[in-house]
């Protein structure tokens, strides 16, 4: 699953959250903020249980590839 981040602030936690906790497999979503990011792996890994990472271009290039290999 594909989903592109377009919603207001209020929307935001619905939308980052919604499709990975009702779809079987990986669910990717394009957003521009990091913070924002970074607060929903932390929300779905620890609140939800759900195994859950993130890419971006402040990653070394040892950290994009783990975050690949664990999606493989």
């Known amino acids: 699953m594909?989903?592109?981040q377009t919603l207001n602030t209020s929307s935001k936690l619905l939308?980052?959250?919604?499709?990975?906790?009702l779809h079987q497999g990986v669910t990717v979503?394009?957003?521009p903020l990091l913070s924002l990011i970074q607060d929903q792996i932390v929300a779905l890994t620890y609140k939800f249980a759900?195994?859950?990472a993130f890419l971006?271009?402040?990653q070394t290039p040892a950290q994009a590839s783990a975050v690949i290999q664990e999606l493989r």
């Open 56 to 58: 971006n271009s402040q």
């Open 29 to 31: 979503v394009v957003c």
């Open 2 to 4: 594909l989903g592109v």
């Open 50 to 52: 759900i195994p859950a």
């Open 15 to 21: 939308f980052l959250q919604l499709p990975a906790t």
